[in-house]
T-cell receptor, first 111, second 112 residues
């Protein structure tokens, strides 16, 4: 069945780059997403990538997709303390359109 | 209302009681979803509705029911709450194609 995996924790220093990784199993995924959840809040869509793209850049965010290995990554350049949050990877296939989420990666940014 | 509104924001509920979590959106999105979020498990889909008048079961539907009488509202009902239903519940909506979901702020439910 469909499955999305992420590591649970990542700690970086302010100003460094953060790379959050995700693997998925469904080869029919059409879109892949990154969401951010700040403490006590709902999920906010950060960015998404269509499955026929390899890379998407949006200001400090870079998404890389390796479709052959079913691997997705989110790179945050010049990480700030305000980037501390839980980041969820999600895939959307072409059957029903429901999103399947990973467990979330808690990013901790130390000053 | 802008986006998705969930109510209540938090609730402590005695086991065995019935509870309805409310979700309303004003974006005229066709599809709506209910997820529960538990530590280490991420978000798991409870029920969904692709359009008004239709509903479907997600990954963890047992103990929950939903209805979709109109486009805007998608209530989630716990018929007889149990402690394992203690969780944070998120409602979401989406247009049918790309763009991802819009999430509500969540309802924190504690069943004691």
């Amino acid at each position: 069945g469909e499955d999305v995996e992420q590591s649970l924790f990542l700690s970086v220093r302010e100003g460094d780059s953060s790379v959050i990784n995700c693997t998925y199993t469904d080869s029919s995924s059409t879109y892949l997403y990154w969401y951010k959840q700040e403490p006590g809040a709902g999920l906010q869509l950060l960015t998404y990538i269509f499955s026929n793209m390899d890379m998407k850049q949006d200001q400090r965010l870079t998404v890389l997709l390796n479709k052959k290995d079913k691997h997705l990554s989110l790179r945050i350049a010049d990480t700030q303390t305000g980037d501390s949050a839980i980041y969820f990877c999600a895939e959307r296939n072409n059957q029903g359109g429901k999103l399947i989420f990973g467990q979330g990666t808690e990013l901790s940014v130390k000053p | 209302i802008a986006g998705i509104t969930q109510a209540p924001t938090s609730q402590i509920l005695a086991a065995g009681r019935r509870m309805t979590l409310r979700c309303t959106q004003d974006m005229r999105h066709n599809a709506m979803y209910w997820y529960r979020q538990d530590l280490g498990l991420g978000l798991r889909l409870i029920h969904y509705s692709n359009t008004a008048g239709t509903t479907g079961k997600g990954e963890v539907p047992d103990g929950y029911s939903v209805s979709r009488a109109n486009t805007d509202d998608f209530p989630l009902t716990l018929a007889s709450a149990v402690p394992s239903q203690t969780s944070v519940y998120f409602c979401a909506s989406s247009e049918t194609a790309q763009g991802g979901y819009t999430f509500g702020s969540g309802t924190r439910l504690t069943v004691v």
